[in-house]
């Protein structure tokens, strides 16, 4: 029942969770794209002769981590707030807190989970670019490849 109703919120709310979707999906492609970049093989052959990129991509990789901690207390505080009245009334037909607590969090992990896949695709897109941006860079060709 309450996955159900969970999915239900979501696809009602979508007006209020489509920021919080878009801006997990975002993150998710940027700290995808940045980490990949910082594992890839072929940055770490360009770093031998440049060690500072590497760096200055581990520290970009902090700042945005950073950011999207703020960001998520943010978003989830939020949500609380709008969806006060809602919770309240679910209080009042019966619902312990327990079950609205369970609720908001299947809610979430279903938004999570569609922001992360889609934040994985997008990703794979932005470090084929971050790569071409490294490679035109540093006056080398490069081959698009997936790892």
Request: proline content about 0%; overall charge positive; aromatic content about 12%.
């Amino acid at each position: 029942m309450l996955n159900k109703l969970a999915f239900r919120n979501v696809l009602r709310s979508a007006k209020d969770y489509m920021v919080y979707f878009l801006t997990m999906t975002l993150v998710t492609a940027i700290m995808f794209a940045f980490h990949s970049l910082i594992f890839s093989q072929d940055l770490q052959q360009i770093c031998e002769t440049a060690g500072i990129l590497a760096v200055l991509i581990g520290l970009a990789s902090f700042f945005v981590v950073l950011i999207v901690a703020w960001l998520i207390n943010y978003m989830v505080r939020f949500i609380l707030e709008k969806r006060s009245r809602e919770f309240g009334i679910y209080m009042l037909i019966g619902m312990k807190k327990k079950e609205i607590s369970r609720l908001y969090i299947r809610e979430s992990l279903v938004l999570g989970a569609g922001a992360f896949l889609g934040g994985l695709g997008l990703g794979i897109l932005l470090q084929q670019v971050l790569l071409a941006i490294l490679y035109s860079m540093v006056m080398m060709e490069y081959h698009m490849h997936l790892e």
